[in-house]
């Protein structure tokens, strides 16, 4: 297998991140956004999540393979400790551990940044159709995610409704008057 490098998201890769999402939105219901934004949106919304949480990219064999990000859970400052993830494999590139990757690198981000608990808001089907699996809460639970709760027949994309499920991942202690997470353009990578 070709190597994954991990690294930073740069603007520059809104392009082939846009194409990557543009998938997930036109062919899937794993996004209940209906239009794929354009590739000016989506810098749009890099550059405000970059702002303050990290957002890492995969390559594989020289391509961008995936990329993965935090971003705000609530807004509302008792929740500074908490994010909501992302991550989104190209199509082809799916097994590949490349997931699993981008998401070590992103938890390992937040601890530094000071996070305490990862969330993923998924979308879950009653039954398995060709538009949505249960591999992404598969994949979240592999990696130490647990299922807290789930809202029913609460997105319709395709002609169909389907379930959202929350899962949660706790990455830090949780002591009285904690410190307030850092940007993470101010934190310093170990090693």
């Given at each position: 297998?070709?190597?994954?490098?991990?690294?930073?998201?740069?603007?520059?890769?809104?392009?082939?991140?846009?194409?990557?999402?543009?998938?997930?939105?036109?062919?899937?219901?794993?996004?209940?956004?209906?239009?794929a934004p354009?590739?000016?949106?989506?810098?749009?919304?890099?550059?405000?999540?970059?702002?303050?949480?990290?957002?890492?990219?995969?390559?594989?064999?020289?391509?961008?393979a995936g990329?993965?990000?935090?971003?705000?859970?609530?807004?509302?400052?008792?929740?500074?400790?908490?994010?909501?993830?992302?991550?989104?494999?190209?199509?082809?590139?799916?097994?590949?551990?490349?997931?699993?990757?981008?998401?070590?690198?992103?938890?390992?981000?937040?601890?530094?940044?000071?996070?305490?608990?990862?969330?993923?808001?998924?979308?879950?089907?009653?039954?398995?159709?060709?538009?949505?699996?249960?591999?992404?809460?598969?994949?979240?639970?592999?990696?130490?995610?647990?299922?807290?709760?789930?809202?029913?027949?609460?997105?319709?994309?395709?002609?169909?409704?389907?379930?959202?499920?929350w899962m949660?991942?706790?990455?830090?202690?949780?002591?009285?008057?904690?410190?307030?997470?850092?940007?993470?353009?101010?934190?310093?990578?170990?090693?």
């Open positions: 297998m070709e190597e994954i490098i991990i690294r930073r998201a740069q603007l520059s890769d809104a392009e082939k991140l846009c194409a990557i999402y543009a998938y997930y939105v036109n062919n899937t219901a794993v996004t209940f956004e209906d239009d354009d590739t000016e949106e989506f810098a749009q919304r890099m550059r405000g999540i970059m702002s303050f949480y990290p957002y890492f990219v995969a390559e594989c064999g020289g391509e961008v990329y993965c990000y935090a971003g705000v859970f609530k807004n509302r400052s008792a929740y500074d400790w908490a994010v909501e993830t992302t991550v989104y494999v190209a199509k082809g590139y799916g097994r590949k551990g490349i997931g699993a990757r981008l998401y070590a690198a992103l938890e390992e981000a937040l601890k530094l940044q000071g996070i305490k608990n990862m969330y993923a808001c998924i979308a879950y089907p009653a039954r398995e159709d060709e538009y949505l699996t249960k591999d992404s809460v598969n994949f979240h639970k592999r990696l130490g995610f647990k299922i807290v709760g789930r809202f029913v027949k609460c997105g319709s994309k395709f002609g169909r409704w389907y379930d959202m499920v949660e991942k706790m990455t830090g202690r949780h002591n009285a008057n904690p410190v307030r997470p850092l940007p993470y353009s101010k934190v310093k990578p170990v090693g």
